[in-house]
């Protein structure tokens, strides 16, 4: 089994999580900023993140007032 990596791209403030190796063959977007990537057998492969830094602020933020 793959171990999921995690890359920052600073300069995009994009956010990739790499779930499996392989290519990728097509993609399926789950909102504006967050597009999932997928293998020929529609396995998921890998998340990416646009304007991550205020994607996961907002996250933590509704976390914390879910409380």
């Known amino acids: ?14 956010l990739h999580l790499v779930i499996a190796d392989g ?9 504006p900023n967050i597009t999932m ?10 998340v990416e993140i646009l ?4 994607f996961l602020r907002d996250a933590v933020l509704e976390s914390i007032q879910a409380r």
């Open 1 to 14: 089994m793959n171990k999921t990596k995690v890359q920052y791209f600073e300069q995009e403030d994009v």
């Open 23 to 31: 290519p990728e063959s097509r993609s399926l977007e789950l909102s």
């Open 37 to 46: 990537e997928l293998n020929d057998r529609n396995e998921l492969i890998g």
């Open 51 to 54: 304007h991550a830094i205020a």
